[in-house]
C-alpha cells in the first residue's frame, strides 16, 4: 500500500481477512478492511469506500471516515 502498489494491497489485505492465524486483534477483519477502504477511497472510488468501511463494524477510525465521507455528499 505505502508503495502504491494499490491492487497488490487490496489483493493481500482481502487474503488477510480469509486467514485464522492471527496474533494482533483486527489483522484478519476489522483493520485489513479499513485499510481496503483507504485505499478505495485515496483512488477516488468513494461509494466503495464508505461500503468497505461499513464492514468494520464500530471501528472508530472506519466510523469517523463514513461520517466525514457522507458529509461531503
Avoid: H, W
Avoid at 13 to 27: D, L, N, Q, R
Avoid at 32 to 49: D, F, H, K, M, P
Amino acid at each position: 500500500m505505502n508503495n502504491a502498489r494499490f491492487d497488490d494491497a487490496i489483493r493481500e489485505f482481502t487474503k488477510a481477512t480469509k486467514t485464522t492465524a492471527f496474533s494482533v486483534e483486527g489483522t484478519n477483519s476489522y483493520r485489513a478492511l479499513y485499510n481496503i477502504g483507504v485505499i478505495l477511497e485515496v483512488t477516488g472510488r468513494t461509494s466503495e469506500a464508505i461500503e468497505k468501511y461499513k464492514t468494520c463494524g464500530d471501528y472508530g477510525p472506519a466510523v469517523e471516515r463514513v461520517g466525514k465521507m457522507q458529509a461531503k455528499v
